[in-house]
């Protein structure tokens, strides 16, 4: 049995769509069910249900697919050794925003005892990328938040944060126990590029178009709101400078933190990094 054939089929028992697992895979799906067939003929018994309806695991899929990803994980394990024996381990993390998220110093404390060889360069992005270069290959995995534009991404939540409106201490508004959306209307909000992913751009806006300054950095956000009196969001829990104040907002959607890759990347190091990124900001 081949390794490539083997995550085939993992994907396809995740998935139990053989289209969504040939879209994960980067490839169309004739291939990938020539390749399921050969391997179940290998196999010597069906590995899958099919239906016009829907795709099942046989009794025999469900004893290969724990036995494959032992094999796969067990396969991953060595490639990162033989990768730090060589001196050629190494992950680009990209990181949105604020890197003293406590979350991110156990992970990144974790990262280093699961694997003391390998090299992590870290880039800090701008509010301007959520995907802090994903897409443009400048990192492998990024620690960030959604919601976003997730074609061809995969996305893993880590932890949800009530959001506020960040505001000035001797603001009129400052005083509430809790606002909503409605009761910022009319006032300035910073707001993010034009060319901002939109989805993104919709949530920080509270889903409508607003008018205020242009920022691109949580520090440029800050200022906006000493300096103007703008208004924006934040997540709740952050630090801030006594001069301002964050008053929790009702009825938006909490904030995710998520760890985000690039769909189909088999790199070992990237699931290593989401699997101890998951335990560490569960905690």
Not at 19 to 32: E, I
Not at 216 to 230: P, S
Request: proline share 8%.
């Amino acid at each position: 049995m081949e390794l490539r054939t083997l995550r085939y089929f993992v994907t396809v028992a995740e998935e139990l769509h053989f289209g969504r697992a040939a879209t994960r895979l980067h490839m169309s799906q004739p291939p990938l069910s020539r390749a399921i067939r050969r391997l179940e003929s290998e196999v010597g018994a069906p590995l899958f249900d099919r239906s016009p309806t829907r795709v099942t695991l046989t009794p025999v899929g469900a004893v290969l697919l724990r036995e494959a990803r032992a094999l796969l994980d067990h396969a991953d394990r060595v490639r990162v050794r033989v990768s730090t024996a060589a001196g050629t381990a190494s992950i680009t993390v990209g990181i949105l925003g604020d890197g003293t998220d406590p979350g991110t110093a156990r992970m990144a404390a974790a990262y280093r005892r699961s694997h003391p060889g390998v090299e992590i360069r870290v880039r800090d992005t701008d509010l301007t990328d959520p995907t802090c270069g994903l897409r443009a290959g400048l990192v492998d995995v990024a620690l960030t938040r959604a919601p976003f534009d997730e074609t061809a991404l995969t996305v893993r939540t880590l932890r949800s944060d009530p959001v506020g409106v960040v505001l000035r201490a001797d603001d009129p508004l400052a005083g509430r126990d809790r606002l909503r959306l409605a009761d910022l209307d009319g006032r300035s909000w910073f707001r993010f590029p034009p060319d901002t992913d939109p989805v993104w751009q919709s949530y920080w806006h509270g889903g409508s178009p607003r008018r205020g300054p242009v920022v691109r950095a949580v520090h440029e956000c800050l200022q906006a709101v000493l300096w103007n009196g703008t208004v924006g969001l934040a997540p709740l829990g952050h630090d801030l400078p006594p001069e301002l104040t964050v008053v929790p907002l009702a009825d938006l959607a909490p904030s995710r933190v998520v760890a985000v890759w690039n769909e189909g990347d088999g790199n070992p190091l990237i699931r290593s990094f989401v699997e101890i990124a998951t335990a560490a900001y569960r905690r």
